[in-house]
């Protein structure tokens, strides 16, 4: 026999199959198992919406995303989703959209998102994929669920928008991931059941009209009490150029890595560069440690190995440049993998 939120769950499941169709109360309430009113009451109870009220967005939800993404026409979405009208459907999807059907396909204007329900205890909200697309990462071509995109104009200095993706059946293919220092919780995408182990592409549309990809795991971060999805790099970074450095009097071979901005952050220093010493032996084994570490993922993606030294040098906000000299020495700091200082004799 089925518990509530399961009699639920089956009528919600037979609307989204028939939002297209006259919606019969009679059948909704022989799936539930008792009168339609007791239904209507207990809907609206738990959901806080009621069953008209769900159908109707969930319709209106389903025409934007067909008019905006599938190059629908408006008015066989209006006759599609049971408008009489192109009027009557206009009128309705200006009041949840925020804008007339005819413009849904328009850059600027973005989708007001009603999405599917799911009971449990409570009820929850489960945003359905708008398509499925091939999106290459590293040389490998992925399945991915698309879940549109949001609109960052009006509180973000970084990008106009970004869109969203969930890869598919990755497996282990990202377990030897290069991780960064970001963070991207749960609440800031859309509403989708995300578990540990999947992976996201999330696009952003820069003002400059460039796009920028990023790649998130969701991998058991927390930030500030927030589950949160953590941002990696697919593949290691390859050295930008050879150089030869001079470290304690002795020359030595150094790949270079680029530089990472600090002055949106840092007090200390506006930016630094990073080089990999590539043929010490265990001349610095014994040198004097510092107190200070830094953590792996605040270096480019490149991998990393016990004994290796890197170079890193500080552009200070005074305008001068402090080299810094730091070990893989084993140190996790607040478990994470970590150099640590030393000082070259």
Request: hydrophobic share 35%; charged share 25%; aromatic share 14%.
């Amino acid at each position: 026999m089925m518990n509530t939120a399961e009699k639920l769950n089956a009528v919600i499941d037979y609307i989204e199959n028939h939002l297209t169709e006259e919606i019969e109360q009679d059948k909704l309430a022989q799936i539930a198992c008792c009168s339609f009113f007791d239904l209507g009451r207990l809907f609206s109870l738990i959901a806080e919406i009621t069953l008209s009220d769900y159908i109707r967005k969930r319709r209106l939800t389903k025409a934007g995303t067909e008019l905006k993404y599938d190059n629908a026409k408006v008015l066989a979405t209006a006759l599609k989703y049971g408008y009489e009208s192109p009027v009557s459907f206009a009128r309705a999807f200006q009041s949840f959209h925020g804008f007339n059907p005819g413009n849904a396909s328009d850059s600027g204007n973005f989708l007001n998102v009603f999405p599917k329900l799911v009971f449990q205890v409570s009820a929850k909200t489960v945003m359905d994929k708008i398509r499925t697309e091939r999106i290459m990462v590293d040389g490998k071509e992925y399945e991915a669920s698309y879940f549109g995109e949001h609109d960052m104009s009006s509180w973000s200095e970084y990008a106009t928008k970004r869109e969203y993706w969930r890869l598919e059946n990755v497996g282990d293919d990202f377990k030897n991931r290069f991780m960064l220092n970001q963070v991207l919780p749960y609440n800031n995408y859309p509403p989708i059941d995300i578990q540990i182990g999947q992976v996201f592409v999330v696009d952003y549309h820069k003002f400059d009209g460039t796009v920028e990809r990023k790649y998130y795991i969701a991998d058991g971060t927390v930030w500030q009490d927030m589950p949160s999805t953590s941002e990696f790099v697919p593949r290691e970074m390859s050295p930008i150029r050879k150089d030869t450095l001079t470290v304690a009097g002795r020359k030595y071979k150094a790949s270079y890595f680029g530089e990472q901005d600090m002055s949106s952050w840092s007090t200390y220093a506006t930016k630094c560069e990073y080089w990999r010493l590539e043929n010490v032996g265990d001349e610095f084994e014994d040198c004097n440690r510092l107190g200070d570490v830094l953590p792996y993922n605040n270096y480019p993606p490149i991998r990393f190995q016990i004994g290796q030294v890197f170079v890193i040098d500080y552009h200070t906000v005074g305008g001068g440049v402090e080299r810094k000299y730091y070990i893989a020495d084993g140190t996790v700091w607040q478990n994470m993998p970590s150099t640590r200082q030393f000082i070259p004799d």
